[in-house]
C-alpha cells in the first residue's frame, strides 16, 4: 500500500532564508502524526508545504502519490490552516453552509452532516450566532467543522487545539481516534505535549531540523525518559551540542 502523505528530503524556506532542512515524514492511512515544536520552528511551514502552496526548495512532498498542489487530491483533504478563515458577518451556520457548498455538497447533504461536524466541537447552541461575536476557541471550533464536512480521506489541521479547554480537547481526541480507526490520516500541528501523546507518530521540530521521531513510547524508550517533554527537552540539548551552541 502507497503512504497516504510522503516528504522526503525536504529543504524549504521563504525567499533565501532557509527554514526547514532534511525532512523526512510517512503517513500511512489510518495513521495520526503529530509535528511539535516551539513557536517559529517550521510546522506551519511544513504543513503549507504538503498542501502545496509552497513549492519544495529542495526534495519531495507527496499526497496519495501525486505531488503537490493538486486538485484533485485537495478536495480530498479537511484542511484547517493556523488562522482562521471565516466569514465574520455570516453565523456559524451559515459559513458550515457556505464552505459546504464550496465543495461541492448540496444543502441536504450539508444539512445530514451538519449535527456531527458541530457535535464534535459542541458548537450546536451557537450555529446562529455571528462568527464576529464568536470567542476565539469558538473560532478555532468552527474551522475544526468545516474541516470536517466533506468527511475527508485526510485531515490537515494547523494547531487545531488552541483556545480548546480539556474537557472538549478530550472529546476532539476520541473523535479524531475514531475517524482514523474508519481510515482518515490525520497530520497536526501543536504546542501542547497532550495532544503529542495521543498520536502514533511525532515529529519534533526545533530550529527547522527533525530533532526526534517516533512512536510516543518508542521516543520515551529511545531518550530514557518518562515524558514526552523530556524527550522534547534532550532532544534539543542534542542539537545545540551538534550544532555547538547553548
Ligand atoms: N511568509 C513568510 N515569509 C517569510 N518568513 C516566514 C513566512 N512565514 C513564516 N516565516 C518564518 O518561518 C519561520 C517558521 O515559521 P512557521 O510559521 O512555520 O513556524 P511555526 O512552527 O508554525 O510557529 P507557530 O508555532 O508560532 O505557529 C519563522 O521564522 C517565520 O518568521
Ligand atoms: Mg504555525
Known sequence: MQPTITVQDLEQGYGKTIILKDINLTVNQGQIL?????????????????????????GQVRVLDTPMPNRL??????FMAQSDALYQGLTGKENLEFFGSLL???????????????????????????????????????SLAISLLGQPQILIL?????????????????????????????????????????????????????????SPQGLLDQFEVKQIEQVFIKAGRNQDARLGSN
Not at 34 to 58: D, E, F, H, V
Not at 73 to 78: F, M, S, T, V
Not at 168 to 183: F, M, S, T, Y
Not at 204 to 213: H, N, T
Open 34 to 58: 503529530a509535528l511539535i515544536g516551539p513557536s517559529g520552528s517550521g510546522k506551519s511551514t511544513l504543513i503549507k508545504s504538503i498542501m502545496g502552496m509552497l513549492l519544495p526548495k529542495q
Open 73 to 78: 487530491i485537495l478536495g480530498k483533504i479537511g
Open 104 to 142: 461541492g455538497m448540496n444543502q441536504a447533504k450539508i444539512h445530514a452532516q451538519l449535527d456531527y461536524v458541530t457535535g464534535i466541537v459542541n458548537l450546536g447552541p451557537h450555529l446562529d450566532k455571528f462568527v464576529k461575536d464568536y470567542s476565539g476557541g469558538m473560532k478555532r471550533r468552527l
Open 158 to 214: 494547523d494547531e487545531p487545539t488552541v483556545g480548546i479547554d480539556p474537557e472538549l480537547r478530550a472529546h476532539i481526541w476520541d473523535e479524531l481516534h475514531k475517524l482514523a480507526q474508519q481510515g482518515c490520516t490525520i497530520l497536526l500541528t501543536t504546542h501542547v505535549m497532550e495532544d503529542a501523546e495521543q498520536a502514533d507518530q511525532l515529529l519534533m521540530i526545533r530550529r527547522g531540523e527533525a530533532i526526534a521521531q517516533g
